[in-house]
């Protein structure tokens, strides 16, 4: 079978009851970004060409904002999963489909191509792992078999099918209610193939699975680089570094402009292989406006705090043809090492014109670069 095309679905609609936030599970922080929105950075990968989310009426706004930066597609879930999967593989137009819970961030590349692989060789691929307890079967609490623990498996998502194969299985389920995808395909077209899946592979289920997560795993090690631009504009003072200067023009934002700040939370995100501010910290958030980014600073702090990392120095480039900024640094690095708890001896920041050279030399705006390297916290 030639494959073209692959797609995914994302399961989604669920009411996470059994985590009690009071809403679904998937919408609760985990490292300062929705759970579902780590899980769906997952699926950026080339090798997939098509996205559909699947969501309960109630989390359809919020779903849908956190599908739109992927250009991901949403589609209203049903009552059960096994509804909710049938009702996106309607809208699925590739050669294989990957289905996956929302509730699983920790799946990794490896797993994904790996089913996919699978679905390609041999028409499925769904990912399981072996038990390490032993496993027996019990009736009114008492063992009535013991069964052989190399024959037992736990199955996981990501689940791979031809997509043919698997919306024919869908189609004659009825209103019969499965646990997960392989069961559909099993009764309906063949046993399905397991791939090996992961340990880590959790799916959040109960409130203590999202208290004891560990960092999602990371590409971006130790060092970072973010840069930032914003234009002049009328005004009598820009704030830089967390210190305001009154220099008779303003920086164009919908925060307080701190280009400064803003390269420096780039850089330290991306040194922890998160994505970068525009994500955290979306233009479209009224709550932003007019926002001091001393206190979003703070947040990605802790954001880094919580993958147990640290930074460990800062070296900071600012581009200004005005106002002049020497004078300002050593208060910069005060409130930059008040914010981030760090020595101010780790933070450097250096500034120059352009020599009257493009945007930043013209006066129409001004720029900041950061390098930043973060280390794990001892005894973290
Ligand atoms: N799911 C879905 N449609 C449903 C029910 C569940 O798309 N009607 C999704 C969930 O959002 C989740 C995945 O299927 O990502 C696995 O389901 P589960 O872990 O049981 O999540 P919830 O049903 O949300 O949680 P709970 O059973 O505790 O209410
Ligand atoms: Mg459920």
Do not use: W
């Amino acid at each position: 079978m030639e494959v073209k095309k692959i797609s995914a679905i994302i399961c989604a609609a669920g009411k996470g009851e059994r985590a009690q936030f009071n809403k679904n599970k998937l919408l609760a922080p985990l490292f300062g970004a929705p759970v579902l929105y780590h899980t769906l950075e997952k699926f950026t990968i080339k090798e997939i060409d098509e996205v559909i989310v699947t969501s309960s009426k109630v989390d359809l706004k919020e779903i849908s904002a956190i599908c739109a930066p992927f250009g991901f597609k949403v589609v209203e879930g049903g009552a059960t999963r096994t509804q909710s999967v049938k009702r996106a593989l309607e809208h699925v137009t590739g050669d294989i489909v990957l289905i996956h819970d929302g509730a699983r961030p920790y799946v990794t590349k490896e797993i994904i191509l790996n089913c996919i692989d699978s679905a390609k060789k041999f028409g499925s691929g769904v990912c399981a792992i072996r038990l390490t307890d032993t496993a027996v079967c019990a009736e009114l609490g008492l063992v009535t078999d013991r069964l052989n623990r190399d024959d037992v498996y736990r199955v996981q998502t990501p689940q791979a099918f031809i997509t043919e194969d698997i919306k024919y299985a869908y189609s004659l389920s009825g209103n019969e209610v499965f646990t997960d995808d392989s069961a559909v395909y099993g009764k309906f077209i063949a046993p399905p193939r397991i791939v090996e899946g992961s340990e880590d592979n959790v799916k959040l289920t109960f409130k203590r699975d999202f208290e004891s997560t560990y960092p999602i795993p990371i590409s971006g090690k130790f060092i970072g680089f973010g840069v930032d631009v914003h234009a002049v504009c009328e005004g009598n003072c820009v704030t830089l570094g967390g210190i305001k200067i009154d220099c008779g023009f303003a920086l164009a934002a919908h925060s307080d402009g701190d280009v400064v700040i803003h390269a420096l939370m780039d850089a330290l995100l991306s040194a922890a292989g998160l994505r970068d501010i525009g994500v955290y910290f979306p233009d479209s958030d009224p709550s932003l406006s007019g926002a001091d980014s001393r206190a979003m600073l703070a947040k990605v702090r802790d954001i880094l705090g919580a993958m147990k990392f640290e930074p460990k120095n800062i070296s900071i480039s600012v581009q200004a043809e005005k106002p002049k900024l020497a004078p300002h640094i050593e208060d910069m690095k005060t409130a930059l090492s008040k914010v981030l708890h760090m020595d101010k001896s780790r933070i450097a920041i250096s500034a120059g014109t352009s020599e009257k050279l493009g945007f930043v030399g013209q006066c129409l705006g001004i720029c900041a670069y950061a390098a930043v390297t973060l280390c794990e916290v001892e005894n973290g």
